[in-house]
C-alpha cells in the first residue's frame, strides 16, 4: 500500500515561562492511502498535538518541531514556511474539531465561511464556490441547505454544526481528514449519524483519515489500524482486529478492559487502571507507565523500553511477548471480581422489593415561559422541560437517568431537589410533600439530598483550599468546633481515597478525577440519604470513569445511600443502575430494571438509543439503523406520540393520540401505542 | 423578539432614562443647601417681601413635585427657562454653542476610535513588540493623565514652541486640532486596552484554529475575523467613552476658551445660574442617551446573535 503521511520520530516543544516543555515524543506513524488510522489514549497523552502538528497549528500556540519530519506527497511540512503551508492547509488535509460550535466564527454565516474556504481554491467563481457549498451542504445531509447557508452559527444544532464543519473540510478535497474527537461533545445518535457519515465521504471523496478518541468503541468501528498513545509517547501500534484480539501493552489491556459493555457483568466491578496519568513536567523515569502498571519490575522503572516489532506489531513494553502468554492476561478484569459484592447486590434487590419509596414523584411538570422578554410582544409561549413525569426511586437504589440533551433530564434532576419551583406536580420525600415546607423545613431536608455535578471544578470556588471546599456544608448545618470539623473532613479525604496532607491544597492542584473525588467529599459530609449525580462521570476518561463509579458504589454499600444518576453514556448508566427511566423531549417514555431495558426495550426510542451505542469489538460492527434526524424543541414539541417523527413504526394515530405510559410487564412502563 | 420590538423597547427604555435623570438633577438642585433666591439678589438691599416674591414669581414656593411637572412641561415645549443673570432664556443658548461642543465631541470621538483601535489591534497582534510596548505607553498616559494637565502640555508644545496651531478659540478646524486630541487620547487609552484585551481572548478561541487550518492567511484570520469579534464588546465602551467626552468638555472648552456648552454650564456654575445649570444638564442627558440608544442599536446589527435571537 502506498503511505499518504509518514511521521517519523516527532518530537514537539511548548515554550513555556519557565523553559521548554516535552509535549510529545519519538511518535512515527504513517497512513496509507484509503486508510483509517485512530490515535486513542487518555486525556493528556499528546493525541491532540500529534495531529496539530502535522499543519503546523501548533506554530500559533508557542509550539515548535524540535525533531523528526512529517511528509507528505514527498513534502516535509516540518521544514515547510508558514506561507507554502497555505497550499497544504485545507486543501490537501483538512481539519475537523470536538466542539463544532467553537469552532465557527460565530459572526459569519455558514455559507460564508464555507464558500471563504472554497474560494482559497483559485479555480472557482463567486457563483461556482457558492453552488458547490450547496452540494456540500446537501452530501453532508443538511436539510434545505440554502436556508442554512445564510444562517449564523448559533442558530444550528451540534449535530448540524458538526456536518457542516464537515462540508466545509471537503471544500477542496482533501486527501487526509483529521478529525479530532469530531463525535466526543455530540449525543450517542447524533455520533452514530457523524461515523456513518464519516465512513460514507471517505468512500467517496477517496480520502485517508485519522481518527482521534478516546472511544474504544469508536476506534472498534472505525479504524484500520489504531495507535495507542500514553504520556506524549506511543505505546502500541497494531491493526485494529489485532488490537482487540491481544493487546500487548499493560495500558492498551487496562483500557479495553475499563470499558463497560452492554454484556457485561453488571455485579463486578468495573475495571480500573490504578493512579492518573502524569503531567508533563514531572514525568516517571523509565518506562512512563510503570506507576500505574501491574506488571512493572525494577527494570521498568530505570530503562525506557523502545518500541519494537512483537508478534507483528508495534508495542514499548520490555515484557510483552510473556505477558501475553500469561494467565492473567486473557482473564478479564480477574483480579477485581469482588464476590462479596455480588451476594450483597443479590440480597439488597432481593429486599429491595418489599422497600418504601424514597421519592414519590406524581406528574411533575416545568415549563419555562419563552418569547415574552418585551413588553410589546404579546403572546408568550412555553418550553416544555419536564412535562407529566410520575415514578419513584426506592430507598438504596440507583435509578438511571437517559436520553439525547435537551430531553429534560437535568431539569427533572433540579426540580427534584426543589432548586427550582414545580411547574405542576409533587414531589415527596420520605412521604413529605416538598412543596409543602417553609425555607427552613426545606433547607433541614436539604442535608438529606446532595448533588455532584459534571464539572466539578465549576462548581466549587477555586481560591478555597480543599479543606474548606470539603467542610463548607459542615459549616451551614452544624455547629462544630473548628478541630472536630477539621478532624471530619480528613475522615472523608480519606473515605474518597484521597491522601489527607490534601487539606490544604487548591482544586486546581489536582486532577479531573481526583476533583470528583473532592466533590463526592462534599457531598457526603452531612451523611444525605440521597445523591442527585448529573453527568458527574461524563467528562471523565474511561479508566478513571470507573474508579470514580467504583467509589461511588462502595459508597452506596456502605452508607446506604440513594442515587439520581444522570448520564449520557449509556453502557455506565447499565452497569450502576438498578433502574432505568428514559426521556424524550421531557417525557418519561421508558422504564424498566437496568438488564431489562437493555435486553427487551419496548419503547423505540430506546432502542434506537441502544443501536447508537458504538461496540467495542471489531469483530461485531453490525449494519446499525441508528436514530434518523435530531430531537425537535421543546418550545414546539410534535403532536401525538412526540417520537412519531423519527420513529420507523409510526403510524397515523401516533401522529395524532398521545400513547400512555403504562406497565406492560410488572415493573417494566412504556409509552408507546405499539410497543417493540 | 422581532427587531421592531427591540427597538421599541430600547427608544422607551431610553425615554425613561431621561425623565430619570431630569428627576435625579431637578432633585440634586432643590436639595442642595444655600437659598438660591439670596444668591440673585444682593443681600444689602433685599427685603423678605422681596425675597418672598422672587420666590413666588419663580414658583419656588411650590412643593417639588409641582415644581418639578411645571419645569418638564415647559421643557417639552422647549421652553428650558431663563438665566438669572441676564435674564437670557436658556435654550437659544444652549443651541448657540453646541455646535462648537458637537464639532469638539465628534472629532475627539473619532479620534479616540482611530487610535484605540488601530492601536489596540496592532498590539495585540503583535504582541510583546515594540508596537506593542508603544501602544501600552499610549494607553497608559491617556488613562492616566488628566486633561487639563495634556491640554496645557499641547499648548505648551504645539502654541508656544512650535507655533504650529493656535492655543484658544472655536473657530476653524485649526482650533479643534489640540483640544480633541486631549480629550480623545483619553478615551484612546481605554479603547486600546479594551480592544487589545478583547482581541487577546479571541485570538485564543478555537474557531481561529479552524480558520488557520483552512489555509487562509493570517491576515484575513486577523483583520476579518479576529477583528469583527473583538469588535462587538468594544463598542460598548466606545459607548461609554462619548459620554466620558461629553463630560470632559467643561474641562476642556475651559483650558482652550472654547465658546462651548461645557464653557457655559462652568459660567453658569460660578455664578451659581441654576435654570443654565438645569438646562444643560437636562439636554446633555438628552445628548447621551441618544447616543447611547444609537450605540446600542449599531450593536444589534454588527453582532448577528444580537440580531437574530429569537
Ligand atoms: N433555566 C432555563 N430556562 C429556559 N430553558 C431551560 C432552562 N433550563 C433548561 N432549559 C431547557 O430545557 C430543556 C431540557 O434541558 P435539560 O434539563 O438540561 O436536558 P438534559 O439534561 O437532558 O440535557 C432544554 O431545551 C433546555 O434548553
Ligand atoms: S515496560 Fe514494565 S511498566 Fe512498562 S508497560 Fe511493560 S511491564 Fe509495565
Ligand atoms: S407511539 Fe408510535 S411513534 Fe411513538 S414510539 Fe410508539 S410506535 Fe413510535
Ligand atoms: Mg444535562
Redesign the pocket.
Known sequence: MEKLLDIQHLKVDFTMKDGDLTAIKDVSLHINIGETVCIVGESGSGKSVTSKAIMRLIDYENGKISAGSIVLDGMDLAQLSQKKLRSICGKKVAMIFQEPMAAFDPVFTIGSQIIETILENKQFTKLQAKERALYLLNRVGISDPALRLNQYPNELSGGMLQRAMIAMALACGPDLLIADEPTTALDVTIQAQILKLLQEIKEEFGMSILLITHDMGVAAQMADRIIVMYAGRIVEYATVSQMFELPHHPYTRGLLQSITTIDSDRSKKLYSINGSIPGLADLPPGCQFHPRCPFATERCSMELPPLREVNDRYTACWYAEDLVESFDWKQPSGETKNDRHSIKEIVLSDSKRGSEPLFTIQQLSKF?P?GKKSPFSRNSSY?R?VENVTFTIEKGETFGLV??????????GRVLLQLEKPTSGKVFFQGQDLSKLDAKELREKRRNMQMIYQDPYGSVNPRWKVGDIIGEPLQVHDSLSAKDKHDRVQDLLEVVGLNKSSFNLYPHEFSGGQRQRIAIARAIALNPQFILADEAVSALDVSVQAQIVNLLQDLQRERDLTYLF?AHGLNIVRHVSDRIGV?YL?QMVEMAPSETLFLHPAHHYTKGLIDSIPIADPARTRERISLKGEIPS?ANPPAGCRFHTRCPAATARCREEQPIFREIHTGHWVACHDPL | MTLVNKVLLKISTAFVSIIGSSILVFSIIYLLPGDPVLSMIDPSVATPEMVANLRKELGLNQPFYIQFSEYFMNVLQGDFGQSVVNSEPVLPKIVEHFPATLALTITSAVLSVVIGVTFGVLSAIYRNKWIDIIARIIGLFGISMPTFWSGILLILIFSVYLNWLPSIGSDGWKTLVLPSLSLGLVGAGFIIRMVRNSMLDVINEQFIVTLRAKGLSERVVMYRHALRNALIPAITIIGLNIGELLAGTVVIETVFSRQGIGRIVADAIMAKDLPVIQGVVFFSAIVYVVINLLVDLSYSFIDPRVRRAH
Open positions: 419555562y419563552i418550553l422541560a436520553g439525547e440533551s435537551g430531553s429534560g433530564k437535568s431539569t427533572l444522570i426521556m421531557g421543546p
